[in-house]
């Protein structure tokens, strides 16, 4: 089974911080990497799909690069909405989820 | 408008066989290319991808589950049902089903609002 690690586990910023959130596979996946915001009690919601494409209504303050094994999700400018947990999620052989970065406000 | 409704029972007992049932709307699973998927999320944990059921009645399961899962459809009801044997607590967690989505690298674009199940005797 592939392995994703994300780093960090979680992460204190402020509005307005740029922010980057790292999600690294044990074999290469090419670009099938997808990222998802979740909110408490709320169903994970699709941001980033093939590893940088940007799902349709997301704002455009996220972004998504990498390809291979290593994996980034950058937030320009943090906004209050923007505080939530962030997973990646690759969908090379069947799928698995990374463990989760917690984005909370400093 | 897709969306997506998780059904079953929020709690059993250990060694009870679970079974969910995903009713959906918006698309159909005969469509070539679609697909649903299970995934849970213990209470405070990470999400755990389950099972998969494509169009073509192709499915797949997670290595560390396969024994105790089985994932079916009906394509005429739009339901996808999953079952789990043997529950134990540790299963307790809110079961998500979700679509794949089409030309996006099989993310998820749709969820269900997710359903609590918890075991306990």
């Known amino acids: 089974d592939i392995q994703m690690t994300q780093s960090p586990s979680s992460l204190s910023a402020s509005v307005g911080d740029r922010v980057t959130i790292t999600c690294r596979a044990s074999q290469s996946i090419s670009s099938y990497l997808n990222w998802y915001q979740q909110k408490p009690g709320k169903a994970p919601k699709l941001l980033i799909y093939a590893a940088s494409s940007l799902q349709s209504g997301v704002p455009s303050r996220f972004s998504g690069s990498g390809s291979g094994t290593d994996f980034t999700l950058t937030i320009s400018s943090l906004q209050p909405e923007d505080f939530a947990t962030y997973y990646c999620q690759q969908s090379y052989s069947t799928s698995g989820f990374g463990q989760g970065t917690k984005l909370e406000i400093k | 408008q897709v969306t997506l409704r998780e059904s079953g029972p929020a709690l059993v007992k250990p060694t009870q066989t679970l079974t969910l049932t995903c009713t959906f709307s918006?698309?159909?699973?005969?469509?070539?290319?679609?697909?649903v998927s299970w995934i849970r999320q213990p209470p405070g944990k990470a999400l755990e991808w389950l099972a998969r059921?494509?169009?073509?009645?192709?499915?797949y399961y997670s290595t560390s589950l396969k024994t105790r899962l089985t994932i079916s459809k009906d394509t005429s009801k739009n339901q996808v049902v999953l079952t789990m044997t043997n529950m134990d607590p540790v299963d307790t967690a809110t079961y998500y089903c979700?679509?794949?989505?089409?030309?996006?690298?099989?993310?998820?674009?749709?969820w269900g609002q997710g359903t609590l199940v918890t075991v306990s005797s």
């Open positions: 918006g698309f159909s699973l005969s469509t070539s290319g679609m697909c």
């Open positions: 979700a679509r794949k989505a089409l030309a996006a690298a099989d993310s998820y674009d749709y």
């Open positions: 059921i494509d169009w073509d009645d192709d499915k």
